[in-house]
């Protein structure tokens, strides 16, 4: 059973440069998730996207782009890397918002020197 | 705006000790409260949830009581066991929002010693 999977698992960058993450659920949710993960911080909502085709801002959306061109894929861009967004990258999703139970990706180390 | 509170780790016991994780809550409404774990390099999953006052989720041996009263709903197990080591989250639903995403606590990171 895949449920959510992210690619890449880690990855290092230097400023200013440029990359996507890419989530994959097979579980034909609606809604799907970017959250990040800093020390001391909890998990934050980036971006998230209730169906095909469309996407919102979450609690901390700056420097950051997401797509949702097909249903299964939701995918998080950094245009230009900085060292602020050094952290562990989760994406999530369910059924709908009244299902409310979500279900995680194993996540993205992205370190940004 | 909704809001989590759980208690600061780390916390560390010895195999077979109870185990309290506080947790509290603000928010408009009557949200669904959830306990998701996070093993070491894994993501998240559900640990136990409850959607209404006075229920009481449980899994695992885990057990927290959704109290209206106290806007509380605290993690507990009555003998931890060194597989149990991992963090622990509080979450509640974006009650009323069109999201569907859930805000969640800090993390309590527990560690059990045999």
């Known amino acids: 059973n895949a449920g959510v999977t992210q690619t890449p698992k880690f990855r290092v960058l230097k400023t200013g440069q440029s990359m996507t993450l890419l989530c994959a659920q097979d579980m034909n949710h609606e809604y799907m998730y970017w959250y990040r993960q800093d020390p001391g911080m909890g998990l934050r909502l980036i971006h998230y996207?209730?169906?095909?085709?469309?996407?919102a801002k979450g609690e901390v959306p700056d420097g950051y782009n997401v797509s949702r061109l097909k249903k299964q894929n939701f995918l998080l861009g950094l245009e230009s890397a900085a060292p602020s967004q050094t952290s562990v990258y989760f994406c999530a999703s369910t059924a709908s918002a009244s299902k409310n139970i979500q279900y995680f990706g194993a996540g993205t180390r992205l370190s940004v020197l | 705006g909704n809001s989590v509170t759980q208690m600061e780790g780390p916390v560390t016991l010895s195999e077979e000790a109870f185990l309290t994780i506080n947790c509290t809550y603000t928010?408009?409404?009557?949200?669904?409260l959830f306990w998701y774990v996070q093993y070491p390099g894994e993501g998240l999953q559900l640990l136990l949830k409850a959607t209404k006052a006075d229920d009481k989720g449980s899994n695992k041996g885990f057990e927290a009581t959704y109290r209206k009263e106290t806007t509380s709903f605290h993690l507990e197990k009555g003998s931890v066991q060194v597989s149990d080591s991992a963090v622990y989250f509080c979450a509640l639903e974006n009650y009323g929002g069109s999201q569907g995403n859930l805000i969640f606590g800090k993390g309590t990171k527990l560690s059990v010693k045999p």
């Open positions: 928010a408009t409404g009557y949200p669904s």
């Open positions: 996207s209730v169906g095909e085709g469309t996407t």
